[in-house]
């Protein structure tokens, strides 16, 4: 596999390109609007886009997929109830096949009804649902209530060495796994959802206390 976690200016947004090494089929993820940050990655690897996957709706996350799709002539895939003009609407399980890779879409809603993550191999794109040592931001009720549940019963079932690659470098670092989430993000460690929300709230003074940039 062909893989780069790619920096796509913004609010130290990532953008990720994908690809079957051997066929040289690719897929960009939440792509830059910068072109100038994948094409020379496509040219030198002789890769050709066949899909341009928008993790969720938000502007800083679609901004670039119209030049991706003018560049590359790749699809737009987005999930089936996004407002995003998509070639390819997906839904929860569904996959698509990049060469040799399969894309398993799993869709999490909570910081958008629209939100998906992407599994291909062992590495997981989340978009804004997990970040390393946080989460999505999301409203205190109906959207943090959904998170909580496709934190907990979607990407926590996953095998522990998936890799996870964020959508914006909000971490400690830039990628992690499943299994250091589960064992030391304070947001998937609280035990029940009042305290999922309680620490959203209290945010701030958490990361003062707890020394978190």
């Known amino acids: 596999m062909i893989f780069y976690q790619i920096e796509a200016g913004g609010d130290r947004n990532f953008s990720y390109l994908m690809a079957d090494k051997e066929g ?9 609007r910068d072109a100038s940050h994948y ?31 003018r560049r590359t002539g ?24 990049l ?4 894309l398993e879409f799993i869709h999490t809603p909570g910081h ?4 998906i993550c992407i599994l291909g191999g062992k590495k997981l794109i989340t978009g804004d649902t997990l970040f390393v040592g946080k989460v999505g931001g999301t409203d205190y009720g109906k959207g943090a209530k959904k998170e909580y549940h496709s934190l907990h019963k979607k990407l926590m ?14 971490g400690l670092e830039p990628t992690s796994t499943i299994g250091q989430e589960r064992r030391t993000n304070p947001f998937i460690l609280r035990e ?3 305290s999922f929300v ?8 958490y990361k003062r206390e707890h020394g978190i940039p």
């Open 157 to 170: 079932t996953l095998d522990d060495d998936v890799e996870v690659y964020p959508g914006h470098d909000y």
């Open 24 to 32: 040289g089929k690719a897929a960009l993820f939440d792509p830059s």
């Open 39 to 69: 094409m020379p990655l496509l040219e030198r690897h002789g890769l050709e886009v066949l899909f341009i996957v928008v993790t969720h709706g938000h502007g800083d996350h679609t901004w670039g997929v119209s030049e991706a799709k």
């Open 192 to 194: 029940s959802f009042e």
């Open 198 to 205: 309680e620490l959203k709230r209290n945010w701030l003074q």
């Open 112 to 115: 958008t009804d629209d939100s």
């Open 74 to 97: 790749g699809r737009i895939v987005a999930y089936k109830g996004s407002h995003v003009g998509a070639d390819v609407k997906v839904g929860d399980g569904d996959t698509l096949e």
């Open 99 to 102: 060469g040799s890779i399969v």
